[in-house]
């Protein structure tokens, strides 16, 4: 049932004489809430509605659901300080005695202080879950699960996030919905863990293979050909970003180039983002910018900066824009203007100045950073501490 048609459903039941429980239409209301196709909007009016009719005297449970629902719809709207403080609100009501159900918002706080960069606050969050017994929770162990390892990835913990990952890849029987997640994630952080592995690699002077990224390929490429034929989706567009950024670094720039043509056409036809694809928008321009000629380049690039701006008005600069700072900076060299270049550079120095590094697109605080900062020394001489 679509979302958009529960309440019409609900009114027509009242209309007939016929009465429904009100914890049952709380409970419908958040399921509907809950449905990934519909709208933003549409998914907080249900929520709204949910949270008018829930009684004071409703069991904890239902509470917790109504908030958890809540908090994730703020959070993927963009708006992450409204997700933690009605969870916040809420907390200081639920006697000590039912801390046990409480793990959802636990998760949910973890993943926006996760958004913040506040990784301690994350890690205090995510340990506050420990269930008593895990039976009949599976899905929140797994969210628990993945949670941690995306706190530990954005603090570029790879290997111990590796972990986390591959526990939940070994789930039976996950939603597409759950698998096309992990399945992107891990594919992004062996990226990561490729670079690592090169590095190794470099000091000792052994031969290096890419068995984690063809690895990754094979999977994505299988899920790519079941979700093509089904038209654009969310999870269309989390596989061809994690395939263009393997093919990426496999030297295979052609294919690349063609799955963020294709990943991009889909962001430039959404017309209410949320904060994933806000960020997917921003990353696939990060993507073609590399994979493109030296005048497109610069387009690109400049077109990152312009997306990242408009998705986040009241935020400073992060990281990955200081990261782009450089990029136009290298480019601009390479077209003979070093004045701009150098004015890049200073832009550049000043984020990394209040920015430690960060990891929430693959490779920004690692190999694309290291890359450009090195090429930029060796072309220039100029030098930039990150």
């Not at 016929?18 to 419908?28: A, E, G, H, L």
């Not at 628990?144 to 526990?167: D, K, P, S, T, Y």
Request: a positive charge.
């Amino acid at each position: 049932m679509e979302a958009q048609n529960i309440l019409g459903d609900l009114e027509a039941l009242v209309s007939r004489g016929i009465q429904p429980n009100r914890v049952d239409i709380v409970q419908s209301l958040v399921a509907a809430s809950r449905i990934k196709t519909s709208t933003i909007g549409t998914r907080e009016k249900l929520i709204r509605s949910a949270q008018v009719l829930l009684a004071e005297h409703a069991s904890l449970q239902l509470q917790v659901e109504v908030v958890q629902q809540r908090s994730i719809l703020m959070r993927l709207k963009g708006d992450i300080n409204g997700s933690v403080r009605i969870i916040e609100e809420f907390l200081p009501r639920v006697p000590p005695a039912h801390t046990d159900v409480l793990g959802a918002l636990y998760i949910s706080q973890a993943k926006n202080f996760a958004y913040k960069f506040s990784f301690t606050e994350a890690h205090r969050e995510a340990k506050k879950y420990a269930p008593i017994r895990i039976e009949g929770q599976p899905g929140l162990l797994w969210d628990h699960i993945h949670c941690v390892g995306r706190i530990l990835r954005g603090q570029g913990r790879f290997e111990e996030a590796r972990r986390c990952f591959e526990l939940c890849l070994k789930t039976p029987e996950l939603t597409e919905s759950r698998r096309l997640v992990i399945l992107s994630t891990t594919a992004d952080l062996y990226c990561e863990l490729d670079y690592q592995n090169r590095q190794l690699c470099m000091e000792t002077a052994e031969p290096r293979s890419k068995p984690l990224l063809h690895l990754a390929k094979n999977w994505l490429t299988t899920e790519l050909q079941g979700l093509q034929s089904r038209g654009p989706s969310k999870g269309n567009r989390r596989v061809l970003l994690s395939l263009a950024e393997i093919e990426i670094r496999l030297g295979c720039n052609d294919n690349a180039r063609q799955y963020v043509g294709q990943v991009l056409g889909m962001f430039n036809s959404l017309t209410a983002p949320d904060i994933v694809d806000r960020l997917g928008h921003v990353r696939a321009l990060v993507a073609a910018a590399r994979v493109s000629s030296l005048e497109g380049a610069e387009n690109l690039w400049i077109g990152a900066l312009f997306w990242n701006r408009l998705y986040n008005p009241s935020e400073a600069e992060v990281f990955t824009c200081g990261v782009i700072y450089m990029y136009m900076c290298l480019v601009r060299h390479k077209l003979g203007d070093n004045g701009r270049s150098r004015e890049y550079l200073e832009h550049a120095q000043e984020v990394f100045r209040t920015r430690e590094r960060q990891f929430l697109i693959p490779g920004v605080g690692t190999y694309l950073v290291d890359f450009v900062v090195n090429e930029i020394h060796t072309l220039t001489g100029w030098n930039c501490r990150v």
